[in-house]
């Protein structure tokens, strides 16, 4: 019942910008940590920003200084504030969330489907 569905990829220029983001949906009881990861073609996926339900972040030092991740709680949303965007930076960018279920339960992990970031020279 738990989905993540991204939003606001497309198609820009080096140097453009663009802003992510990631809604949660389904029967929730809370949500810890919340991330962004990327794949380009042919590479692994990789960790590019996480934050915590403290609001504590970390970044991927590619993207340091470039890229700003946040959430809105009240709207079960954590975004992505791409800017000064570089060709090296497209990849399938993916949503990630740490979910509880219920107050009885642990965290676990699900995944969004994905959305492209192209990013032309």
């Known amino acids: 019942q738990v989905q993540l569905v991204e939003s606001g990829g497309g198609l820009v220029q080096a140097g453009g910008s663009l802003r992510l983001s990631c809604v949660v949906s389904g029967s929730i009881y809370s949500i810890n940590n919340m991330g962004w990861y990327r794949q380009a073609p042919g590479k692994q996926r990789e960790l590019v920003a996480v934050?915590?339900?403290?609001?504590?972040?970390n970044y991927a030092a590619s993207v340091k200084g470039r890229f700003t991740i946040s959430r809105d709680n009240a709207k079960n949303t954590v975004y992505l504030q791409m800017n000064s965007l570089k060709p090296e930076d497209t990849a399938v960018y993916f949503c990630?969330?740490?979910?509880?279920?219920?107050?009885?339960?642990?965290?676990?992990?699900?995944w969004g489907q994905g959305t492209q970031v192209t990013v032309s020279s």
């Open positions: 990630n969330a740490e979910i509880r279920l219920s107050y009885r339960t642990i965290g676990y992990n699900y």
């Open positions: 934050i915590t339900s403290g609001d504590n972040t």
